[in-house]
């Protein structure tokens, strides 16, 4: 069982930045490729980011290239997500989750576990 915990959401000002941290389990972030999906209030949960095993692969939603970077630590089994630039449209509950395979995707149903998400609000 894979367990992933999100953590560094908070309330910034557009503009602001937040970094997100996802802790996994241990080995889990050495054997599957992760991800970043979002989920506004209405809306279904959309891709945000991705990175594979070895961190050597990224892959960005249009939206958030350029202000957003995600990465991985191993060795502290934890991913990340880098945010700058932020805007009232990136408020929404961010979710982390790990993926069998070792390619980036961003289709939800390819990823088997997820984090219970943390709250990321911007306001203007």
């Known amino acids: 069982q894979v367990q992933l915990v999100e953590s560094g959401g908070g309330l910034v000002q557009a503009g602001g930045s937040l970094r997100l941290s996802c802790a996994a389990s241990?080995?889990?972030?050495?054997?599957?490729?992760m991800g970043w999906f979002r989920q506004a209030p209405g809306k279904e949960r959309e891709f945000v980011a991705a990175?594979?095993?070895?961190?050597?692969?990224?892959d960005y939603a249009d939206s958030v290239k350029g202000r957003f970077t995600i990465s991985r630590d191993n060795a502290k089994n934890t991913l990340y997500l880098q945010m700058n630039s932020l805007k009232p449209e990136d408020t929404a509950v961010y979710y982390c989750?790990?993926?069998?395979?070792?390619?980036?995707?961003?289709?939800?149903?390819?990823?088997?576990?997820w984090g219970q998400g943390t709250q990321v609000t911007v306001s203007s």
């Open positions: 989750a790990a993926t069998p395979y070792r390619t980036v995707s961003r289709e939800r149903s390819l990823y088997d576990y």
């Open positions: 241990r080995r889990t972030v050495n054997t599957h490729a």
């Open positions: 990175i594979t095993w070895i961190g050597g692969t990224t």
